[in-house]
C-alpha cells in the first residue's frame, strides 16, 4: 500500500469517529494514530502528516465541500448517505477544490473508488464514482470558464475599450483639472488688488482732476477779465483828470 493511500484510509476513518460524536479535531487525530493505528506505517511522520493535512482541510472547509457535494448530488441529500460513502467523497472533494498540492483528477477519483471498495457496501464505490465526476466536471467548467472571462477581462483592460474609457477618463479629468486651475485667483494677488479692481480708483479720479482743470480755466479766464476792467478804468480816470489841449495846439 503506498503511503498516500495509507493516509487517505486514515483520515477517512478519523472523520467517520468525529461524523458520529463531533469531537474535537486535535484530539481525534492523536486520538487514532494512539489506539487504532495498529503498527506505525512506513515513514510515519509523512503518513501522519498527510493525514493530519486531509482531516483538517476537510473540516476548514466543510461548508463549502457538503454544499459542492449538494448540488452535484440531485436526488439525495448529505444526511441520508451513509457515513462511509459521504466523508470518502468529502475527503476526494477537498482534494479537488482545495488542497495546495493537488493530485491529478483521476487519481483522485480513483483513489476514492477503491477505498469505497474496502470501507463501503456494494453500491458504495458506483455511488461514489458517480457524485464524484460530477463534481469534478462540474469544477472544470468553472475553471475553465474563470480562465476564459479572466482572459477577456486581461485584453478589454489592455488593449480594448475599458482601456480607452479609461484613458479619456483621465484626460478628463486632468482637463477639469486645468479649468480649476484657471478659475482659481493668483496666489500672489489678492481679491482687493488684481487688476480689475485695481483700474476702478484710476478712473474715478479722471473725472476729478477734469473738474480740476475746469475750475482752473475758469480762474484764470475772471483774473483776466477783471485786469481788463481794471485797466478800462484807470484809463478812463486818466482821461477825465488830464486837462483839454487848446484848440490848435498840437497833438501829444
Known amino acids: 500500500m503506498g503511503r498516500r493511500r495509507r493516509a487517505r484510509e486514515a483520515a477517512l476513518q478519523i472523520l467517520f469517529g468525529l461524523d458520529w460524536t463531533a469531537g474535537d ?28 493535512e486531509l482531516v483538517e482541510g476537510v473540516f476548514g472547509n466543510l461548508e463549502d465541500i457538503d454544499r459542492r457535494l449538494q448540488a452535484s448530488s440531485h436526488h439525495w441529500k448529505l444526511g441520508r448517505m451513509g457515513v462511509v460513502d459521504r466523508n470518502i467523497m468529502r475527503l476526494a472533494t477537498f482534494e479537488l477544490m482545495f488542497r495546495a498540492e493537488r493530485a491529478p483528477r483521476k487519481v483522485v477519483l480513483n483513489e476514492a473508488i477503491e477505498i469505497a471498495k474496502k470501507f463501503g457496501s456494494e453500491d458504495s464505490a458506483a455511488f461514489v464514482n458517480g457524485i464524484l465526476d460530477r463534481v469534478s466536471v462540474d469544477l472544470g467548467r468553472e475553471g475553465a470558464h474563470a480562465d476564459v472571462v479572466s ?56 473725472p476729478e482732476q477734469a473738474d480740476q482743470a475746469d475750475q482752473a480755466d475758469q480762474a484764470d479766464q475772471a483774473d483776466q477779465a477783471d485786469q481788463a476792467d481794471q485797466a478800462e478804468q484807470l484809463e478812463h480816470k486818466a482821461r477825465e483828470t488830464t486837462p483839454a489841449a487848446p484848440p490848435g495846439a498840437p497833438q501829444s
Not at 487525530?29 to 487504532?36: A, E, L, Q, V
Not at 483700474?199 to 479722471?206: F, M, V, Y
Open 151 to 206: 482572459s477577456v477581462i486581461s485584453d478589454l483592460v489592455s488593449d480594448g475599450p475599458l482601456a480607452s474609457r479609461d484613458e479619456g477618463h483621465e484626460s478628463a479629468e486632468a482637463e477639469h483639472a486645468g479649468e480649476a486651475k484657471q478659475a482659481e485667483p493668483s496666489e500672489h494677488v489678492r481679491p482687493a488688488e488684481q487688476p480689475e479692481q485695481a483700474e476702478q480708483p484710476e478712473q474715478a479720479e479722471q
Open 25 to 52: 479535531v486535535e484530539h481525534a487525530i492523536d486520538h487514532y494514530w494512539s489506539h487504532f493505528a495498529g503498527e506505525r506505517p512506513a515513514a510515519y511522520d509523512f503518513v501522519r502528516r498527510q493525514c493530519q
